[in-house]
Nanobody, 121 residues
Framework: QVQLVESGGGLVQAGGSLRLSCAASGRTFSSSDMGWFRRAPGKEREFVSS????????YYADSVKGRFTISRESAENTVGLQMNRLKPEDTAVYYC??????????????WGQGTQVTVSS
């Protein structure tokens, strides 16, 4: 089975930065994209960003555009999310996802366990 493991979450003050990473392990998988969702307390799941594994084509939700940068790391099975100028409304559990881009979001094949990001005001 495919495992996605996130790291890099934590507590940061508004205006600060964090970098999340996601590493896939286990069997090879054919998902065309990797990316990130987040879920804030009391809110529904929100798409954050995605990147095409083959060529690095990136997509961002309007709420994070210009502040977050998604990137491929050392391999197609690894992805990072650089989060700058963080806002309290960015507070959420962030989930790494492997799947396919579709109409402004992703159709997930696999989910990570999530990592908490807390932004204090």
């Amino acid at each position: 089975q495919v495992q996605l493991v996130e790291s890099g979450g934590g507590l940061v003050q508004a205006g600060g930065s964090l970098r999340l990473s996601c590493a896939a392990s286990g069997r090879t998988f054919s998902s065309s994209d990797m990316g990130w969702f987040r879920r804030a307390p009391g809110k529904e799941r929100e798409f954050v960003s995605s990147i095409r594994r083959s060529d690095g084509t990136a997509y961002y939700a309007d709420s994070v555009k210009g502040r977050f940068t998604i990137s491929r790391e050392s391999a197609e099975n690894t992805v990072g999310l650089q989060m700058n100028r963080l806002k309290p409304e960015d507070t959420a559990v962030y989930y790494c996802v492997a799947g396919i881009r579709w109409r402004g979001t992703m159709i997930p094949d696999y989910w990570g366990q999530g990592t908490q990001v807390t932004v204090s005001s």
